[in-house]
């Protein structure tokens, strides 16, 4: 692994499923986001966290949830899968702590809800 | 409270010619900026940042941006535009006030043979 990797590449899910988006990341970064990306509105943040243990919410939080078990790993969870969140989901880490430091994104995972 | 706005949704150049795509922000605190490149169906890319040092800083594939504080900008240029740059970019300024991180709409460049 080099940088961040997310799984699936795509999906096609029927609505109402449970769907756990995988990033992991081996830079030992701190911080890891989530942000989906449609068109218009550009990239939206779902989820954050800064440190291993701690979560928070960002811009469009519901529908999804978060873990942080460790460094590496930052999965995201539809419990409940609706149309209006097909979308590109983009993981993205970086060193917290610092406003100088950009991020490291993933190649993203293209939703689509049915 | 910071903001920032990418002035254009869509640029298009001819091969060749310079390659100007605006970005202006706002910032109650000493910014950081950075710009970010999309290609079709692939993740986002750094290209460059600015981070308080040199206010003219050069990226990756011939980019460069200029940090203006007094017209509060940081415009991506290139001078000569390949067709391997059709993309899309995104304008990011973060705070170390806040560590908060906002992304622009994004600027979607063509370029024309």
């Known amino acids: 692994i080099a940088g961040i990797t997310q799984a699936p590449t795509s999906q096609i899910l029927a609505a109402g499923r449970r769907m756990t988006l995988r990033c992991t990341q081996d830079?030992?970064?701190?911080?890891m986001y989530w942000y989906r990306q449609d068109l218009g509105l550009g990239l939206r943040l779902i989820h954050y966290?800064?440190?291993?243990?701690?979560?928070g919410k960002g811009e469009v939080p519901d529908g999804y949830s978060v873990s942080r078990a460790n460094t590496d790993d930052f999965p995201l969870t539809l419990a409940s899968a609706v149309p209006s969140q097909t979308s590109v989901y983009f993981c993205?880490?970086?060193?917290?702590?610092?406003?100088?430091?950009?991020?490291?994104f993933g190649s993203g995972t293209r939703l689509t809800v049915v | 409270a910071q903001s920032v706005t990418q002035l254009d949704s869509h640029v298009s150049v001819s091969e060749g010619t310079p390659v100007l795509l605006r970005c202006n922000y706002s910032?109650?605190?000493?910014?950081?900026l950075f710009w970010y490149v999309q290609h079709p169906n692939k993740g986002l890319q750094l290209l460059l940042k600015?981070?308080?040092?040199?206010?003219l800083v050069k990226g990756i594939n011939g980019f460069e941006a200029e940090f203006k504080k007094s017209e509060t900008s940081f415009h991506l240029t290139k001078p000569s535009a390949h067709m391997s740059d059709a993309a899309e970019y995104f304008c990011?300024?973060?705070?170390?006030?806040?560590?908060?991180?906002?992304f622009g709409k994004g600027t979607r460049l063509h370029i024309l043979p």
């Open positions: 993205a880490s970086r060193m917290a702590g610092g406003s100088n430091y950009g991020y490291t």
């Open positions: 830079m030992r970064h701190n911080a």
């Open positions: 966290s800064n440190t291993a243990g701690t979560t």
């Open positions: 910032s109650s605190y000493s910014p950081s």
């Open positions: 600015y981070t308080s040092a040199a206010t």
């Open positions: 990011v300024v973060t705070s170390g006030a806040s560590d908060k991180i906002i």
